[in-house]
C-alpha cells in the first residue's frame, strides 16, 4: 500500500471512531443532535457517481425528518476474505448514522453441532430479542426464510445483501444483478475478439443450484450468442487444487469447434483461465477475468488478463444501514423512490453494479479502494 493510502486508511479510522463517539453520547442523551453527515471521498475514475448520489438524496431527505436512535445489526456469512470490505462498508455507514449497531460473522460450526445457518437463524433471532430495528442479512440459503420472516413478524426492517431470500419478507436485497454481471464481463471480451466465427470458453456454472454463479453465466452466454461467437461453458471447481480444473478447461478447448479465440471467468479462480489456455498451447488468447484475486491481479500485470470485473462489497455493506435508517426514518415507500434509479425492478433489488478493470488500470484502482478503506 503506498503511503497515500496508509494517511488515508487513518483518516478513515478516525472519521469512524469520532462518528462513533458522537453516536453513543447522543443516544446517551436520548437523541441525535446532529444531522448525518457523510465522510467526503477524493475524486477517482472509479468513484460510483449514481449510486453515491442516491445515498446523498436518501440522506438529505432523511435529514428533512426528525432524527432518532436506532438499533441494528448486520450478519455475514464471513468477517474476512471476500467479506471484509462489507464490513468496512457496514461499519462506516452505522459510524456516520449514529445508530446502535454491530457487524457479526456466525459462529463456528462443528461437526456434530448447529449448521452454520442453523447459527444464523440463531443470531437473527437473538437480534430481534435484542430490540433490533433493523437487521441486514447475508443469508446462506432458503433455510434461513423462515428465521427472517419471523424478525419481519416482529417488526424488524430486513434487508438482505451479497445473497438474496426472495422468498422470505424481506424489504429489500442489496448486491450486484449477476446476470448483469457476466453479460458485462462477455462485453468487456467482445473489443478484443477477432470476428466470428469462434469459441469463447465460460469458466462458470452449469447449474441452477448455485443461483448467482448460474445467473452470470447466463448473462455472459447470451452477451457472446448474440454477437456471433459459440459459448463453451466449462463447470469451474472450487474444490481442491488448480490442477483438475485447469486439465478439464484444457480438454474441452482443443476439443472445441470452431477454435477458442477467448476466455472469460466469472468467479475469483478466474486466473486458472491463463493456467489452461498454456496448457492447451494458446497463451495468445484473450482473456477476462472476474473478482481481485492476488494471482488475477499478477495475471494482469503480466498482461496475460486484459480486465477483470469486481464486485462493489464495499458499497453492498455501506447502503445496508443507510437503507435500514431510511426505512425507519421516512418510509419503506419513499426509500424505495429514493432509490430507484439503482433499482431495475423498482420494488425490492437494488442493484450496486460493479467495477471494470482493465489491466493498466491496477494501481489507480487500488488507489480508490485505499480511499473508502476497503483494501481487498
Not at 70 to 87: C, N, R, S, T, Y
Not at 102 to 107: I, Q
Not at 302 to 311: E, M, N, P
Amino acid at each position: 500500500m503506498s503511503m497515500t493510502g496508509r494517511c488515508r486508511m487513518a483518516a478513515f479510522g478516525l472519521a469512524v471512531m469520532t462518528a462513533a463517539c458522537g453516536a453513543s453520547e447522543s443516544q446517551q442523551a436520548g437523541e441525535q443532535v446532529t444531522p448525518i453527515k457523510r465522510a467526503e471521498l477524493p475524486p477517482n475514475e472509479f468513484f460510483p457517481v449514481e449510486l453515491e448520489a442516491t445515498v446523498d438524496a436518501l440522506v438529505a431527505e432523511m435529514n428533512a425528518n426528525p432524527i432518532q436512535p436506532m438499533q441494528m445489526v448486520v450478519l455475514l456469512k464471513e468477517l474476512d476474505g471476500f467479506f471484509a470490505p462489507i464490513a468496512t462498508g457496514a461499519n462506516r455507514a452505522m459510524g456516520e448514522l449514529g445508530v446502535t449497531g454491530n457487524v457479526l460473522g456466525p459462529n463456528t460450526a462443528t461437526e456434530n453441532g448447529p449448521t452454520s445457518q442453523e447459527l444464523q437463524n440463531q443470531q437473527i433471532r437473538q437480534a430481534v430479542a435484542d430490540g433490533a430495528q433493523g437487521i441486514g442479512v447475508s443469508p446462506f440459503d432458503t433455510s434461513n426464510a423462515a428465521a427472517l420472516d419471523e424478525a419481519v413478524a416482529n417488526g424488524a426492517h430486513v434487508v438482505t445483501l451479497d445473497t438474496d431470500a426472495s422468498a422470505s419478507q424481506r424489504s429489500l436485497y442489496v448486491g450486484s444483478f449477476h446476470g448483469d454481471a457476466g453479460g458485462t464481463a462477455a462485453t468487456t471480451l467482445l473489443s478484443m475478439l477477432p470476428p466470428p466465427p469462434g469459441t469463447v470458453l465460460i469458466h462458470g456454472n452449469v447449474t441452477a443450484d448455485w443461483a448467482d454463479g448460474y445467473a452470470r453465466t447466463q448473462g455472459a452466454q447470451g452477451v457472446l450468442a448474440a454477437a456471433g461467437y459459440t459459448p463453451l461453458v466449462s463447470q469451474a471447481v472450487f474444490i481442491g487444487d488448480d490442477a483438475f480444473d485447469v486439465e478439464w478447461m484444457r480438454s474441452q478447448m482443443v476439443a472445441a469447434d470452431p477454435p477458442v479465440v477467448g476466455m472469460v471467468g466469472l468467479f475469483n479462480i478466474s486466473y486458472r483461465c491463463v493456467m489452461a489456455a498454456d496448457a492447451a498451447g494458446t497463451p495468445d488468447l484473450p482473456i477476462v477475468a472476474f473478482d481481485f484475486d492476488p494471482r488475477t491481479v499478477d495475471f494482469m500485470r503480466q498482461g496475460r488478463i486484459k480486465a477483470t470485473h469486481t464486485q462493489r462489497q464495499y458499497y453492498e455493506g455501506y447502503l445496508v444501514p443507510y437503507i435500514l435508517y431510511g426505512i425507519e426514518s421516512i418510509g419503506l415507500d419513499a426509500t424505495r423512490t429514493i432509490l430507484r434509479p439503482l433499482m431495475e425492478d423498482g420494488v425490492s433489488q437494488v442493484n450496486v453494479g460493479i467495477d471494470v478493470v482493465p489491466s493498466d488500470k491496477i494501481d489507480d484502482y487500488n488507489d480508490f479502494l485505499a480511499s473508502i478503506g476497503s483494501i481487498q
